[in-house]
């Protein structure tokens, strides 16, 4: 079973940074595309930052030019670079691995950003 892990959420002021990390429990290489999503208290989750395997990025118009998503194959890692944190970017932030016709959701970090 293949088990992605989340960490380095926290609560931070509006302009400040975080580093997220998504830890999978296999190679990620091998998957097709990994993605951060978010959600918001009362809100519906969405997709916040995508990476392929060949490495094209995607991101929603709201976090474009702010956070930045990478992927460390060595390490079995990807990573969400968050700069210029909003309140409106509170959220839980759950990564998501596509791996053949499965997908696979992490836990989820709670991330805060105080006014």
């Known amino acids: 079973q293949v088990q992605l892990v989340e960490s380095g959420g926290g609560l931070v002021q509006a302009g400040g940074s975080l580093r997220l990390s998504c830890s999978a429990s296999?190679?990620?290489?091998?998957?097709?595309?990994m993605a951060w999503y978010r959600q918001a208290p009362g809100k519906q989750r969405e997709s916040v930052a995508l990476?392929?395997?060949?490495?094209?990025?995607n991101y929603i118009n709201s976090v474009r030019g702010r956070f930045t998503i990478s992927r460390d194959n060595a390490k079995n890692t990807v990573y969400l670079q968050m700069n210029n944190l909003k309140p409106e970017d509170t959220a839980v932030y759950y990564c998501?691995?596509?791996?053949?016709?499965?997908?696979?959701w992490g836990q989820g970090t709670q991330v805060t950003v105080s006014s």
């Open positions: 296999t190679t990620i290489f091998s998957f097709n595309a």
């Open positions: 998501r691995g596509e791996l053949g016709l499965n997908t696979y």
């Open positions: 990476i392929t395997g060949s490495g094209s990025t």
